[in-house]
T-cell receptor, first 116, second 116 residues
Framework: ETGVTQSPTHLIKTRGQQVTLRCSSQ?????VSWYQQALGQGPQFIFQ???????GRGNFPPRFSGLQFPNYSSELNVNALELDDSALYLC???????????????FGPGTRLTVT | AQSVTQPDIHITVSEGASLELRCNYS??????LFWYVQSPGQGLQLLLK??????LVQGIKGFEAEFKRSQSSFNLRKPSVHWSDAAEYFC??????????????FGSGTQLTVLP
């Protein structure tokens, strides 16, 4: 069973540029969530994708956008990068079972983004 | 809105000593509670979760946590710490996001140092 993988591992961008981060879900999972983890902080929920549509969103501006593909892999796109976007970006995959309880999320190792 | 507080930013214990990491949550409904561990360069690994039932939950690596509704707490414990337990620990509550996604809201983490 292949776990969640993310690419690239590290990335350096300049303020104002655009970036795309990629995530491959764990085998059998149909849902992908993205989190931003600033230095010294806990992860913050950006959004979740299920059946190729955004399923929920945290308190992030529209310049954070995403895609989910038919094979359940996903991309996170950030436009007009700001210095505060420097963080570890974590992807988590899960299998959406329905019901009230959250599905168990499996996290990738993350992409470290530095904006200069 | 839900929130999680981890009052201890950094804890140091000696190998073999017992450990308790504190977590307090704020959530209006029945909480779904989690503890994750993050080692340097690694993603988050789920240690244990509480959804309902027995308030003492057993997890992996010898960890346990106790849900106390009256205190809005979900403290993590281990009777005897090993050097390999040195890592950052995050408490999280699962809740509905703006859509139908059940997002995780994390605390800011507790860094654990283990002395030989």
């Amino acid at each position: 069973e292949t776990g969640v993988t993310q690419s690239p591992t590290h990335l350096i961008k300049t303020r104002g540029q655009q970036v795309t981060l990629r995530c491959s879900s764990q085998s059998g999972h149909n849902t992908v969530s993205w989190y931003q983890q600033a230095l010294g902080q806990g992860p913050q929920f950006i959004f979740q994708y299920y059946r190729e549509e955004e399923n929920g969103r945290g308190n992030f501006p529209p310049r954070f956008s995403g895609l989910q593909f038919p094979n359940y892999s996903s991309e996170l796109n950030v436009n007009a990068l700001e210095l505060d976007d420097s963080a570890l970006y974590l992807c988590a995959s899960s299998f959406k079972k329905g019901g009230r309880a959250p599905d168990e999320q499996y996290f990738g190792p993350g992409t470290r983004l530095t904006v200069t | 809105a839900q929130s999680v507080t981890q009052p201890d930013i950094h804890i140091t214990v000696s190998e073999g000593a017992s450990l308790e990491l504190r977590c307090n949550y704020s959530y209006g409904a029945t909480p779904y509670l989690f503890w994750y561990v993050q080692s340097p360069g690694q993603g988050l690994q789920l240690l244990l979760k509480y959804f309902s039932g027995d308030t003492l939950v057993q997890g992996i690596k010898g960890f346990e946590a106790e849900f106390k509704r009256s205190q809005s707490s979900f403290n993590l414990r281990k009777p005897s710490v090993h050097w390999s337990d040195a890592a950052e620990y995050f408490c999280a509550v699962g809740a509905l996001s703006s859509g139908s996604a059940r997002q995780l809201t994390f605390g800011s983490g507790t860094q654990l140092t283990v002395l030989p």
